[in-house]
């Protein structure tokens, strides 16, 4: 049994206060907390191990640059991979953008069409825009139910040979909602496309093996899974990392430089121009280790039982509508919602009065807001640091909204 | 080591701000029954202001008579704020000329601490006295976060002005 009060004693943050009242944290979605073991890594790198990798012919150069590896095979581990099938980026969504400006721009054409759904962050949408302003390719997208799960229907619909790319999350930052990510794979591949995932919203709250995902290309980032922010990772199979042209230059990710063309280091390096969020990798090593400790199964297990507490908590305020699955079944823990006319702006001010921290507005997901037909959601989102009393919290500060507002 | 007890918190913000001040019934009366929603047939002026980060949206449209507002249309969406704030600017603007009405945007930024000022531009002992409603916005300036959502009708419409 997992000892949940010693794992929120990790995180120093959750004992502040907030306008007189004890934090209560739960925008874990938008980043989440760090635990001492996280915090002291960093500064552990710092204070003995600092120097820049792969450069140096020094001996503390090697120790970083042996720390800074060894992350990187701690996160393929992690994710059911190779190390030189793991890329350091700086976060998610430069994740997306090495695909979009290293393999997009070169293999699609204005014939072809990227498939992606109405619910993904802006992250796994803009760059594809950006693409298709280039080079004239076309985008759609595929919508949800009622009930916020991703159409299948309208997938199998939209998905034709012009398809070479769909991009899909695994997990949605608004919705909640889990995506059968392996069934669209496979349909994706038969139909002649590949598949990115958004798993930014995944890895940090189940165990992926990204083989079993079925996706060539899978991105997250280290800072809403305890890590440091400025590094997140892109996975991809071997050969089309191989195939992949880079989509920066610089140092480091060179072999050799000529004055007429530069030679690309091997992959994974070929993709990691300049001086790699090393001390940042380390952090996410660390914060991947607190994980593993406790174990993926059981953090699962736990946020399970957080969000169907919220959710039954939520059920029981009037006024209030729950956008995504009603049940914890097949969703993770961000929960987006509204109550009554009070708009998401207001709560988020009223709620944060309370020491209660949600995130209010689109999500960086605006195209979903719109086919809600709502111009912002408030969002609660739980991680394995908050309790049932956070919930508690977060209840009585929207009575208090319901209260001011004189909603009945 | 850094440990929990040898970290030191920011002093945490007295609890005296008090939400009622903000949230008062006026305020909630215009975002309930926004004044001024019509469309215009003769539009003089006109513009959009949006806030991209928390999704607050304005649109205003102005029909001069001279140099008179003659009709004003404010619509939107957004926060109680945001939204109570364009429908009371609708009604304070309304059959001024536009030099008045950069008069009110003025002291009504003043008050907001939008622009910097030693003025004491409301007065305590004489509520309503310079902006009338437009003074229960006052309660926003404790909430730094919310200034630019009470200040987007003002923004919107000194830009359609000014076209």
């Known amino acids: ?408 | 080591m850094l440990t929990p007890s040898s970290v030191r918190w920011p002093t945490p913000r007295s609890y005296s701000v008090s939400l009622e001040e903000m949230y008062r019934e006026v305020i909630l009366d215009h975002y309930r029954n926004p004044r001024n929603r019509d469309p215009l047939d003769k539009i003089d002026a006109t513009a959009e202001g949006n806030n991209p980060l928390c999704g607050d949206e304005v649109t205003i449209e102005v029909s001069l008579n001279g140099d008179t507002v003659d009709a004003i249309s404010v619509r939107g969406q957004g926060c109680s704020i945001s939204q109570a704030s364009a429908s009371m600017m609708s009604k304070a603007v309304l059959g001024k000329t536009e030099k008045e009405v950069a008069e009110i945007t003025d002291t009504f930024k003043k008050m907001m601490g939008v622009i910097d000022t030693d003025e004491n531009v409301v007065d305590d002992d004489r509520p309503g006295a310079t902006l009338g409603d437009l003074e229960a916005l006052q309660g926003v300036r404790k909430f730094p976060v919310r200034i630019k959502c009470a200040d987007l009708a003002w923004t919107t419409l000194e830009e359609a002005l000014n076209r």
């Open chain 1, 1 to 408: 049994m997992t000892d949940w009060a010693a794992i929120r004693a990790d995180f120093p943050i959750l004992s502040r206060e907030m306008n007189g009242y004890p934090l209560v944290y739960l925008d874990s979605a938008a980043t989440s907390q760090k635990p001492q073991a996280v915090l002291d890594a960093i500064i552990d790198f710092y204070s003995t191990t600092n120097a820049n990798v792969h450069r140096g012919a020094y001996s503390l150069a090697d120790e970083a640059t042996s720390r800074y590896e060894d992350a990187r095979s701690t996160v393929a581990r992690f994710i059911g991979a190779q190390p030189d099938e793991v890329v350091f980026t700086r976060g998610a969504t430069s994740a997306f953008n090495t695909v979009a400006y290293g393999w997009a721009l070169r293999n699609v054409t204005e014939d072809d069409r990227i498939l992606l759904t109405i619910m993904e962050h802006h992250a796994n949408i803009v760059p594809w825009q950006l693409v298709s302003d280039l080079t004239g390719c076309s985008i759609e997208f595929v919508g949800i139910t009622e009930s916020g799960l991703l159409d299948m229907d309208d997938f199998h619909r939209l998905l034709d040979d012009d398809v070479k790319l769909v991009g899909v999350s695994m997990a949605s930052n608004v919705l909640g909602t889990i995506n059968p990510i392996a069934e669209i794979a496979e349909a994706a591949h038969r139909a002649g496309s590949l598949v990115i995932a958004d798993a930014a919203q995944a890895v940090p709250h189940t165990s992926v093996d990204v083989y079993e995902t079925g996706a060539d290309w899978i991105c997250f980032s280290g800072h809403k899974m305890l890590g440091p922010t400025g590094i997140g990772v892109l996975w991809g199979r071997p050969e089309i990392l191989e195939a992949m042209e880079p989509a920066e230059g610089g140092g480091e990710m060179i072999s050799d430089v000529r004055l007429d063309g530069s030679a690309w280091a091997a992959v994974p390096h070929k993709f990691e121009a300049g001086t790699p969020p090393f001390a940042q990798a380390v952090g996410l090593k660390a914060a991947i280790d607190y994980l593993e400790a406790i174990g993926m199964d059981e953090v699962e297990r736990r946020e399970q039982e957080l969000t169907e507490y919220a959710l039954k908590s939520m059920a029981g305020v009037e006024g209030l509508t729950v956008y995504g699955p009603a049940t914890a079944e097949g969703r993770v823990g961000a929960i987006s919602f509204s109550l009554a006319d009070i708009h998401p702006h207001d709560l988020a001010t009223i709620l944060d009065q309370r020491g209660v921290a949600i995130r209010a507005g689109h999500h960086c997901a605006r195209p979903l807001a719109r086919t809600l037909n709502v111009p912002a959601t408030a969002r609660a989102s739980v991680y394995l640091y908050n309790q049932e009393s956070d919930v508690d919290a977060l209840i009585g500060a929207l009575a208090d909204a319901k209260e001011l507002f004189s909603v009945a």
